[in-house]
């Protein structure tokens, strides 16, 4: 009887969960396609195309999509830039 509510319980709230990987050349979109996954599936709004710089690391995206939860890694192709003041 466990082994049967517990198959429900996992059935009902464990997601699988996937890492997807973006990479790619210097100004080729990269940062771009995260911002606007996330305005499509998180129903937040993306930063306009004039305030995206360039990516010196990188960013981390979650969104969940019905029974999956996606994490973008978009990996940035510049090099950090130290501004000494």
């Known amino acids: 009887m466990f082994s049967l509510f517990y198959g429900l319980w996992k059935y ?12 790619g050349i210097d100004k080729a979109g990269k940062t771009t396609l995260l911002e606007k996954l996330k305005t499509v599936y998180l129903n937040m709004e993306s930063l306009p195309h004039d305030r995206i710089v360039p990516t010196g690391g990188l960013n981390i995206g979650r969104i969940q999509v019905s029974n999956s939860k996606l994490v973008f890694w978009d990996l940035g192709g510049q090099h950090a830039r130290v501004l000494i003041g």
């Open 12 to 23: 009902l709230f464990t997601k699988t969960e996937f890492h997807v990987l973006i990479l």
